[in-house]
């Protein structure tokens, strides 16, 4: 959906909200799956003017699979995950599971493939910063209402895993 939609900007603003990061974290991926498994990682609740993507990372502690529903940049062939965790003051956990665990599995617009994630170092980051902000403002927000440098990370497909 375009951001200049109605639609896409009320979405856009809600979600920016101070509500919208209290309530979120526990019903929007929740909605994601549910959705994602009735429609066979076709659709998810979330999609809309940011494009959404779903991650299964091996956990950091557990060694098991989890599946997290992210909004991500899709960019020349790869993927940028910003860990905004709704704009709180804690790293989301999946950026913890990319950080040990770097190869997992990706589905977006009902494909699946194994990417390796990379963690941007401040250059990098400083770089595709402006090209993110452009798809999802919302991230500055994110920024300036948990007071932390939110990681980033680059999904690389992996031709032959």
Known sequence: MDRSHPVARITEKVSGSALFAKIAPSLVPRLDR????L????????????????????????GEPRLVPLACI?????????????????????????????????????????????????AEKAHIWPHIISKWPNFDIYVERSGRDLRVFRLDPVENP
């Open 74 to 122: 899709p960019d020349e062939g790869c993927f940028y995950l910003v860990g905004s965790n709704f704009g709180r003051q804690n790293h989301p956990a999946w950026t913890t599971n990319l950080m040990k665990n770097p190869r997992a599995e990706a589905t977006f617009e009902g494909k699946t493939f194994v990417v390796d994630a990379h963690l941007l170092d401040s």
């Open 39 to 62: 429609t066979g990682g076709r659709r998810m609740m979330s999609q809309g003017p940011v494009p959404t993507l779903m991650l299964t990372a091996i956990g950091a502690k557990s």
């Open 34 to 37: 549910l959705v994602y498994k």
